[in-house]
Structures are given as C-alpha cells and as structure tokens.
C-alpha cells in the first residue's frame, strides 16, 4: 500500500489536478506518521535518508483539510489539524497547555511540559520537551534528549528533499538555543545556553592549535558554546554569532554522570 501511496502523492505533489485521486493516500499517510509507522527521516546505515514522498504528504495534507474549531476546557482553537488524542495509552505525558499536534509521533516515555511538537516530528522515548520548548515540523528527535527551556528546534518542510532538524540520542540542548536548517546534532552532544546553530553559520572547533569550520552538523559528544568572531564590513569591524566546540564529553556508561560533569568542567550555562 505505501509503494501505491507514495507513487499517488508525488504524482499529486508534482501536479494539483492530481490532488483529489490521492486524497484517500494522504489521509492514510498521516495516520501512519500518526502512529509511528513511517517517519520523515530515518537512519540507515548510518546515514540520514529523507522520505521525500512522506514530507510531500504533509503539505498536501495542509491543502485538503478545512478549518475547524476545537475546544478543549478553557481554550479554543482554530486550525486544520487536530490535536493529538489518547495519550495515555500511548504512554505520554502532555502538561498544559502543551501539544502535539496529530500527525507527530511521540514514544512512551516521552513527557510535554507546555511546549509544542509539530505535525511530521519524532521524539523518542525518555526525551523531555520543556517549557516553551517548541519542535518544528519534520524535526527528529532521538531518545533521552532534553530540550531545555525555550528551545526553539526548526521545522524544515520545504523543500520535499530538505534533511530535518535532527537531534540524536542523548544529546541536550541547553535553554533559549535555537537549531534551524537541517542541522545534525549527533548522539551526545551538548548546546550550551543561548546557541544558535545554521546552515549558514560555522562551528568554530577551537579545540586544537588552529581553528576549524564545522558546517551542518554538531560531532557526537560535542560542547558547544555561543561565542563570537570579528568581521569586517564598510562601516568598521563588527563581531558575529559564531558557536564555539569547546570540548567533548568524556566516555562513560552513565550519561547523566557524563554529562554533569561536562557542564562543570567546561563551565556550560544550561
């Protein structure tokens, strides 16, 4: 059926006169991202490959739903998809006033503090949303991360073959950090407070005798710090926002442990 399906939603995607012959295949498709069975992206020996067809779902999915009013106790809401239902017997925690928004999917364990998972995302079991924490649609996020307060992480849904945001396993994100454009945080690696991560800007690794430009994705185990470096334009020198790898955390089997002590050494603001 998803071979079908797939085949049904490029086509329409490519052309809109198409659209309503792959109605019944956008709605199954949803549901599937829905329930964990397909994802945007996913690792396949070792690499990241993008679903491009699952992606092309979603925005006609934008297309052929109508606005409608829900009410949940005190709020109103006024959108063409729904929230996400049955909660608890998918083994999740949502706190108000968080979301997750249907099309998502979040494994047990996951908990929602009033932030925000967008339609196409994945997070994985034990990987705590905090406060006003948001994750844009298509994002990936792997298991035990924290995404701190007021973390904003990208959505990319345009274009179909764009890689997401991606933030593997372990990793933690400090508050206010901000991670745009399909970069890569490998398994492990930690943002200190405030850091801003683009395509368009370079990772400075200042680890060794001369720095080194990172571009895309954050190295595993990575520390990575806001810091900033001189440019020169017409009305004199000005310092941009670059993000500094400081260090690594050490080896361990205790990521927790590994973790506190990284932040102490290196003096990382959470």
Known sequence: MSRDDAAAISAAYGD??????????????????????????????????????????????????????????????????????????????????GTVRYGAFCEPGVIVMPGYVNIGAYVGAGTM???????GSCAQIGRDVHLSGGVGIGGVLEPPNARPVIIEDGAFIGSRSIVVEGILVEEGAVLGANTTLSGSI?????????????????????????????????????????????????????????????????????
């Open 16 to 97: 809109l006169d198409l659209l309503p012959d792959a109605v019944a295949a956008v709605h199954r498709t949803i549901g599937r991202l829905d329930r964990g069975e397909i994802r945007v992206a996913e690792k396949i020996e070792g690499e990241w490959v993008v679903n491009e067809w699952v992606k092309q779902a979603i925005s006609l999915y934008f297309r052929i739903t109508q606005l409608d009013t829900v009410t949940v106790g005190p709020f109103e809401y006024h959108d063409k998809i729904p929230t996400k239902t049955d909660l608890a017997a998918a083994g999740i925690r949502v706190v108000p006033p």
């Open 129 to 135: 949303v905090d406060t006003w924490a948001t994750v």
């Open 202 to 270: 370079p990772i400075i690794d200042v680890t060794g005798p001369e720095p080194v430009e990172i571009r895309g994705r954050v190295p595993a185990n990575a520390i990575i710090v806001p810091g900033s470096r001189p440019r020169e334009f017409p009305a004199g020198t000005y310092h941009l926002q670059t993000p500094l790898l400081i260090g690594y955390r050490s080896a361990s089997t205790d990521r927790k442990t590994s973790l506190n002590d990284a932040l102490r050494t290196f003096e990382v603001e959470v």
